[in-house]
Each structure stands twice: as structure tokens, then as C-alpha cells.
């Protein structure tokens, strides 16, 4: 990646200039110790096969089926503009961020998640997509702590999250958050997982949230968005050892 003055600075070394606990300060973050909390896990547990946990959960038809849906939305009107900026929060290893990018090949992709291991494993695919360490409940700020470091855009045409929402402490920030860095005529889609009662997600998968019912997420999304829709994703689940829960998607348009 190329630093704002253009000097070539390794993503590797990026991490760990970064003073985590710093960084929430500075961005407000409300809970950090269960910040902290969910770095470790996904640093442990998934940055290394997260890729293989999702062909796991969804399989190859049920991925592409959520590519699918990010694509679609992107490409109905107002289409996005071929050298669209696009934003990934909480984008984990990428392995969503990747396969959208493909369908948009002269767009630019930013992947910013909190969690530098997720972000490195992204990294190591060596792939146009520009990662960058931030949280989801203050995106502005956390983009604009990262341009001390790199070139990285204030608004965005378009903005997606998969998987993420379950795992914020306050998800109603999120939408809040994109919205401020969506640009006029921006579109956001959020993918996540309905209401379920497997408790024992949160000390599997780290969750906070036992997914969302559907009314939950149009209010949260309203506080934001005049243009909001939200519905289930029938035909596919997250299944995991026998469990299976069903998405949802919301799809956001910031009218000017
Ligand atoms: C279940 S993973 C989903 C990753 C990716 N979107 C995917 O679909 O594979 C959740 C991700 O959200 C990140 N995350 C959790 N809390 C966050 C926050 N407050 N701000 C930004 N990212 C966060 C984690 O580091 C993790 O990479």
C-alpha cells in the first residue's frame, strides 16, 4: 500500500505501529474491553480458516448466493459508476470483499475491519483490495486515523457488511456510521443473521447478538435511512454442527 505522500508502507509493519487500545480511544468506543475480547477470538480462532469456516456454514451455492445479492444491488439503478469506491466493514479475510470486487473490476475495494489478523489474512492473498484497521460504530473516524497511513477515501458510493452486525455491541451505530461516509445516491447492504436461540454462539463464535428480527434492524436502519428494505434470504442458512439460522439482507439508499 502507498501512504498518502506515496511512500510504499508494508501492511505487515502497519499493525504493529497501531496502539489498539489508542486507537479505541480516540474513536470512542464504548465497551473496549469486549472489543479487545472479540480481536482475540477472531485472531485465534478464524484468521487463519476463515475462508473454509464460511464455505462451511453456506457451501459454494449458498456463498454465491449472498455474492449475488451484494452484485445485484450494485448493479440496479442508480448502477454504481465504474470507478466506484467501495467499502467493506468488517470485512474480516476478505474472502466476500474478493468475490464482489471481481464482478467490478474497475472499481476500488477498502476492506477495514478491527481486528489486524483478519486484515493481514486478506493481505496475503495479494490482492488490489486496500485493508485498513477501524471499527464499525465510527467509521469517519477511523478512516480518518487511517490516512495518517494511507490514501483512503472520505465517502463511498457504495458500502456492504457480511456477518459483522451479530458481533456489535451497539449495531444501531453502524448504520449511523455508514451513512456518514456513504456519498449522495450511496447504497449500503448489510447481510446478517436473523433471531436464534443458540446460546452457546457466543462462546463458539464470539457473537454479542443472537442474530436480529426483521423489525429490529428496519428501526435501527430508519433512524439513518429514509429508503430502507429488509428481508429474509429464503433457500439459505448458516448451518453449523446440525444448527442451522437464516439471514437476512437490508438494503440502505441515502437520498439526497
Ligand atoms: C464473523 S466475522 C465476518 C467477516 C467477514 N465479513 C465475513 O463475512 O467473513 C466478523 C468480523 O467483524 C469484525 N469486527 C467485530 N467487531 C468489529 C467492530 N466493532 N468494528 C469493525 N470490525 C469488527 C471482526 O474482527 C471479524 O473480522
Given at each position: ?13 502497519y499493525p504493529?505501529?497501531l496502539?489498539?487500545?489508542?486507537l ?88 477495514m475491519d478491527i481486528?489486524p489478523?483478519?486484515l ?12 485498513f484497521v477501524g ?7 477511523s478512516?480518518?486515523?487511517a ?110
Open positions: 500500500m502507498q501512504d498518502k505522500d506515496g511512500v510504499e508502507t508494508s501492511f505487515e509493519e504493529n505501529q496502539e489498539l487500545s489508542r479505541f480511544e480516540k474513536l470512542g468506543v464504548s465497551d473496549s474491553e469486549l472489543l479487545a475480547k472479540e480481536i482475540r477470538h477472531f485472531t485465534e480462532e478464524e484468521a487463519e480458516k476463515r475462508d473454509q469456516i464460511l464455505i462451511n456454514y453456506f457451501g459454494e451455492e449458498g456463498v454465491n448466493r449472498i455474492v449475488n445479492k451484494i452484485i445485484e444491488f450494485f448493479s440496479s439503478p442508480p448502477e454504481l459508476p465504474p470507478d466506484a469506491d467501495v467499502l467493506d466493514v468488517g470485512a474480516g479475510t476478505g474472502f466476500f470483499t474478493l468475490k464482489v470486487a471481481e464482478k467490478f473490476p474497475k472499481a476500488c475495494f477498502y476492506a481486528t489478523a483478519m493481514l489474512s486478506l493481505v496475503r492473498k495479494n490482492t488490489n483490495v486496500k485493508p471499527v464499525a460504530e465510527n467509521i469517519e473516524g478512516i480518518r486515523e490516512r495518517t497511513h494511507f490514501n483512503i477515501p472520505l465517502k463511498f458510493d457504495a458500502v456492504f457488511s457480511t456477518l459483522m452486525l451479530h458481533h456489535i455491541v451497539q449495531p444501531e451505530k453502524v448504520f449511523e456510521s455508514i451513512k456518514k461516509v456513504l456519498k449522495q445516491d450511496g447504497k449500503a447492504i448489510i447481510i446478517d443473521l436473523c433471531e436464534h436461540s443458540f446460546e452457546e454462539f457466543r462462546r463458539e463464535m464470539g457473537d454479542i447478538h443472537l442474530g436480529f428480527n426483521l423489525e429490529e434492524v428496519c428501526k435501527m436502519a430508519r433512524k439513518s435511512f429514509s429508503n430502507v428494505e429488509v428481508n429474509t434470504m429464503p433457500g439459505i442458512g448458516c448451518k453449523c454442527s446440525g444448527r442451522s439460522v437464516e439471514l437476512f439482507v437490508a438494503y440502505m439508499q441515502n437520498s439526497p
